[in-house]
């Protein structure tokens, strides 16, 4: 596990593999192991990023007005 300050948080993600990058996200009331067997299967051919937002997992509590799709880009 690994962590990204992106400025309104802290993100908890995991990152394993090489080549084309592949972000997977969570759904609602999970975090980002719910993608554990889908990382390891796709790890021989792609740079694969499972992330857990922030709120979720092992990230920081999210901010009243939280922003899924910016907080993702601010990671990559």
Known sequence: MQRVDI???S?????TGV???VVLSH????DRRMWA???AALADRYDVIAFD???YGESVPAPARARPASDLLRLL
């Open 27 to 30: 759904a609602s009331l999970v």
């Open 7 to 9: 400025g309104t948080g």
């Open 37 to 39: 067997a889908q990382q």
């Open 11 to 15: 993100i908890a993600y995991d990152r």
């Open 53 to 55: 937002q922030l709120g």
């Open 19 to 21: 080549g084309p990058t």
